[in-house]
């Protein structure tokens, strides 16, 4: 079954530091860009960033809301893509989903994961 | 930044009738090239992840009933439900997948009349 799973969500202070993680499995994982995407309580698809897959360098991209504070890697090996969240914000607070790329340079988010919820509190 | 919009922001339709959901992008997304409109269409059901439903506008995705198609190039584009049943109740949204980043319309919430 082709699925990701996320893990790492909790409740952090602000300006404190968190680290989701994301588990593939069922498909080959290197031929993905592999996505980030979040939801506030309440509201819409925000997308976060994504990485391409190495066949493109690997490379990064980020939403204008996180570029600077989060970075997104992929560990091939073990079929694994992280989000390093640092100077988290209240408004941070959201859901995290983890998505397939359909491209290995991007493309629409074939697969989804049911995410982890990141909550931003003092 | 490409920006999406999206109208209405909510509607309700009585089962079995139509459902049109419009969505609008500050740019082209048309990548010319290929011909192909970098766009897709995604459900989202009471509690759970998005669904992904269309792609590359007009596509539609493996398992996805036939009611739901998409259509439009460029700028400006349609999602349908040609004859809506209780489980499409959820919200929707486009998202261009043409540059980065790749943002997603506000959202459409359909409910039944």
């Known amino acids: 079954e082709v699925q990701v799973v996320e893990s790492g969500g909790g409740l952090v202070q602000p300006g404190r530091s968190l680290r989701l993680s994301c588990t593939a499995s069922g498909f080959t994982f290197t031929d993905h860009a592999m996505s980030w995407v979040r939801q506030a309580p309440g509201k819409g698809l925000e997308w976060v960033g994504f990485i391409r897959s190495n066949l493109y360098g690997g490379t990064t991209e980020y939403a204008a809301s996180v570029k600077g504070r989060f970075t997104i890697s992929r560990d091939d090996s073990k079929s694994m893509v992280y989000l390093q969240m640092n100077s988290l914000k209240t408004e941070d607070t959201a859901v995290y989903h983890c998505?397939?790329?359909?491209?290995?340079?991007?493309?629409?988010?074939?697969?989804w994961g049911k995410g982890t919820t990141v909550t931003v509190s003092s | 930044d490409i920006v999406m919009t999206q109208s209405p922001d909510s509607l309700a339709v009585s089962l079995g009738e139509r459902a049109t959901i419009n969505c609008k992008s500050s740019q082209s997304v048309l990548y010319s090239s290929n011909n192909r409109n970098y766009l897709a269409w995604y459900q989202q059901k009471l509690g759970q992840p998005p669904k992904l439903l269309i792609y590359?506008?007009?596509t539609r995705e493996s398992g996805v009933p036939d009611r739901f198609s998409g259509s439009g190039s460029g700028t400006d584009f349609t999602l349908t439900i040609s004859s809506l049943q209780a489980e499409d109740v959820a919200v929707y949204y486009c998202?261009?997948?043409?540059?980065?980043?790749?943002?997603f319309g506000p959202g459409t919430k359909v409910d039944i009349k």
């Open positions: 590359w506008a007009s």
């Open positions: 998202q261009q997948y043409y540059s980065a980043p790749f943002t």
């Open positions: 998505t397939r790329g359909s491209l290995s340079a991007g493309g629409f988010s074939d697969v």
